[in-house]
């Protein structure tokens, strides 16, 4: 039990009468409104647990029903799916009883590649200006013009490369190379809306380098390319290799772009020029039409979607990983 505690006021220096001073006990003192933010902030914490588990686990529900189940065709033969006939085959035809996941994967792997290729460059280049060589006032300007690009709708991607990037590529490359659905541009375009995710997480990974190396290098005698590429860029590393592996992650799970300009077909080539289903596109795709509860294509969308959803989620674990074993810390 708390116990009130008093003390003689004429005992304390500078005073002349005494009196009885009431002291707070010294307990913990309940405070409900702290109690109420805290049990708010843990909810927060819960539901977002809770959202990522639930996830996991109806994917995985419907997943599994797309091995145990039995389907019979129209001459009433019965067929069955394996794990291997998933993992190993190469054919994707749902129709014909052929899922093997390959072609999706590799049209997956394909485009975000080709995304990669335009985001690493032209995204790192535009956060070493911003960071090292543009003025206050330019990349005050610049920054939020970059993260205003960022917001832009995916759908709108998606007409400019079958509108724009499609018939460019056509014009340069010739009609008879480049389809009018194909990975490629799909890529390209994809490359360019990731770009200012790139751009935006590395130049503040750059920011974050103390300026105090920056200083030493320069009083070294190096130049400022010198002490961008030998000083900053590896003081920055683990926040641009976490900027990267998101960006990646943010390019496998990217849907309207590729739905729209990429093609619906099961492709397993390495020509970029033709047209593929990716992942997201086959989901997308085939999720908008009417199916029947455990039929072999309505089983197969959450396959591939548990597949998705564990790549993603292993590259933002391997993201974790990198920052913490390639952090630099400075006192």
Request: charged share 15%.
């Amino acid at each position: 039990m708390d116990e009130q505690i008093t003390i003689d006021a004429s005992t304390l220096p500078g005073t002349r009468a005494a009196a009885s001073v009431p002291l707070m006990g010294l307990g913990k003192q309940t405070r409900p409104a702290e109690s109420i933010i805290q049990g708010f902030l843990f909810l927060c914490g819960f539901m977002t647990i809770f959202t990522t588990l639930a996830i996991v686990f109806v994917l995985g529900r419907e997943s599994l029903l797309l091995i145990t189940s039995r389907y019979i065709d129209e001459s009433g033969t019965i067929h069955t799916v394996g794990v291997l006939d998933f993992v190993n085959s190469t054919e994707w035809q749902p129709h014909r009883y052929m899922v093997g996941v390959a072609p999706l994967v590799s049209a997956t792997m394909m485009s975000s590649l080709i995304a990669m290729l335009v985001a690493l460059p032209f995204g790192l280049g535009s956060a070493i200006y911003l960071s090292e060589y543009a003025r206050p006032g330019v990349r005050n300007s610049i920054k939020p013009v970059l993260e205003v690009l960022a917001g832009i709708p995916t759908v709108v991607y998606g007409f400019f490369a079958l509108q724009f990037m499609t018939p460019l590529m056509q014009d340069m490359l010739g009609r008879d190379v480049v389809e009018i659905f194909n990975i490629a541009s799909a890529g390209l375009v994809m490359g360019i809306m990731i770009l200012p995710l790139v751009a935006s997480m590395s130049e503040d990974a750059l920011s974050a380098v103390p300026y105090s190396l920056r200083e030493a290098s320069y009083g070294l005698g190096c130049t400022k390319l010198e002490t961008t590429i030998r000083v900053v860029l590896p003081s920055a590393v683990s926040g641009i290799a976490a900027a990267l592996i998101i960006a990646v992650s943010r390019a496998i799970g990217e849907t309207m772009i590729m739905a729209i300009a990429a093609g619906a077909r099961p492709n397993l080539s390495s020509d970029p020029f033709e047209s593929a289903w990716t992942m997201t596109g086959y989901i997308a795709s085939i999720s908008g039409g009417d199916l029947a509860y455990d039929t072999l294509d309505y089983n197969s969308i959450f396959a591939v979607g548990l597949l998705l959803f564990l790549m993603t989620l292993g590259l933002n674990i391997l993201s974790r990983y990198v920052v913490v074993y390639l952090r630099e810390e400075y006192d």
